[in-house]
């Protein structure tokens, strides 16, 4: 690790687990010392999409039920969740395939041609950009990134619309 990443590299207080997750992060950029001085800075890093992992960018009244109903079930490895509050969005990383349809409500962003291949990344526990982590990058020992499996968050995203629309929320159908 060069002096500069060293420098930039988040504090000893945030688990060895976020930090190789955000290494991970920073590892699928052009510049991934630049990623890190962005975020020792405090502002979000650009971060491409498609290259280790898409993203399902859903409303965020919907992804936050989905969030919950995801922990709750323990349904799995929950791999780097945002809140992206200019969007009103909660935005879920997964692998890139398989492709699986999220919902009327989501947007798959994989960096292909009709997508956008950019995902704007906060540092850890700091806001930046009005962006922030509801749940972190991190990496586990067997997993190099831990995301989120696609199907299981299809599945939470269905029941998470289903219990809003049954409480009396306008959510697509």
């Not at 945030?14 to 950029?29: D, E, F, K």
């Amino acid at each position: 690790m060069t002096t500069t990443t060293a420098a930039a590299a988040p504090s000893a207080a945030v688990p060895t687990q976020q930090v190789a997750g955000m290494r991970w992060l920073a590892s699928g950029t052009r510049d991934p010392e630049a990623t890190w001085r962005v975020w020792a800075r405090g502002d979000a890093a650009l971060i491409r999409a498609g290259r280790g992992f898409a993203v399902i960018r859903a409303p965020e009244l919907v992804g936050r039920t989905a969030f919950s109903e995801l922990r709750q079930q323990g349904l799995g490895l929950i791999g780097p969740v945002l809140v992206n509050h200019p969007l009103d969005a909660v935005e879920f990383f997964v692998p890139i395939a398989p492709a699986v349809w999220p919902g009327p409500d989501a947007v798959r962003l994989d960096g292909g041609r009709q997508s956008t291949r950019m995902v704007r990344c906060p540092p850890l526990a700091d806001r930046a950009d009005g962006l922030d982590w509801l749940h972190p990058p991190r990496a586990l020992a067997d997993h190099p990134a831990v995301l989120t499996d696609p199907h299981r968050l299809a599945a939470a995203l269905t029941l998470a619309r289903a219990r809003l629309r049954q409480a009396g929320y306008p959510v697509a159908s």
